[in-house]
């Protein structure tokens, strides 16, 4: 079965360094992976997604992911953090090549300090 | 920009009562999801609908939970009886039929099973 971890409960980072978010798989075949951000008090938006091409993907808000076979992972990152960046980071997989449902991860608080 | 509507924001209820709560789609999204999210965990898809057809139920509890979008468009989730354990946050998604990667998500329901 599709899984994701993302191995830290919590991420903390001082405003103006870069962060690092992380998200290991374990698919069968290709696999279509995503990130998404929930806000205090709010549904999740849409980051980012891999389905194929360049290992580097870049999505909103300035954030990027780079997808990597041998290791299996899917990092989140931003160059530069920003206090708004604080929120809750899900990644997910797609549960087959077949269906578009989604199999989240526990998730990953990042708190950005000023 | 178009949002996907919920409501209430907030229930609380006794266990063995029932309760409903109501999704709005973007309007022309195709697929509706039905998520619930416990406090620390990621989503989980509880039932899909493409148009007003279940694509797939197969994680709802169907001896208390009940899904329906009659005309395609908008949807309820009820549970009845409620249990304790049903306490979570639970999430509207909806996405476009020839874009299904990219879900958007409402705000959601948190309930509260007292």
């Known amino acids: 079965a599709q899984s994701v971890a993302q191995p830290e409960d919590q991420v903390n980072v001082a405003e103006g360094n870069p962060l690092t978010v992380k998200c290991t798989y374990s698919v069968s075949g290709n696999p279509y992976l995503f990130w998404y951000v929930q806000y205090p008090n709010r549904g999740l938006q849409f980051l980012l997604k891999y389905i194929t091409g360049d290992n580097l993907v870049k999505g909103s808000y300035g954030f990027e992911a780079e997808f990597n076979k041998s290791q299996t992972s899917f990092h989140l990152k931003k160059p530069s953090a920003l206090v708004s960046d604080s929120a809750l980071y899900f990644c997910a997989v797609r549960a087959s090549y077949n269906t578009d449902k989604l199999i989240f991860g526990t998730g990953t608080r990042l708190q950005v300090f000023p | 920009e178009a949002e996907v509507a919920q409501s209430p924001r907030y229930k609380i209820t006794e266990k063995s009562q029932a309760v409903a709560f109501w999704c709005d789609p973007i309007s022309g999204h195709a697929t509706l999801y039905w998520y619930r999210q416990i406090l620390g965990q990621g989503p989980e898809l509880l039932v899909q609908?493409?148009?007003?057809?279940?694509?797939?139920d197969s994680q709802l509890p169907k001896d208390r939970f009940s899904a329906e979008r009659l005309k395609g468009v908008d949807s309820t989730l009820k549970i009845q009886p409620a249990e304790l354990g049903d306490s979570a946050m639970y999430l509207c998604?909806?996405?476009?039929?020839?874009?299904?990667?990219?879900?958007?998500f409402g705000p959601g329901t948190r309930l509260t099973v007292l």
């Open positions: 609908f493409q148009d007003e057809s279940v694509v797939d």
């Open positions: 998604a909806s996405t476009l039929a020839e874009d299904t990667d990219t879900q958007y």
